[in-house]
């Protein structure tokens, strides 16, 4: 099976349209908010770093960024 393929039997709902091979736009929606298209490090969706100190601290710190 082609990857194609394979993402339009994952994300489409309607099963005409995955009979077909097409995908709608309620199932390329599905698709693009899907982990897959998902742009953030996902070893980076839990809070990694030390988020104890007050919040002006980390705009001082950062500032020699900008």
Known sequence: MSNVRHLIEKYEPSIANRSHGHISLDGFMFLLNSQL???R????VEVYQD????????????????
């Open 37 to 39: 298209m998902n742009a």
């Open 51 to 66: 988020m104890t100190q007050p919040l002006s601290h980390y705009f001082i710190s950062s500032s020699h960024n900008t």
């Open 41 to 44: 490090n996902h070893e980076h």
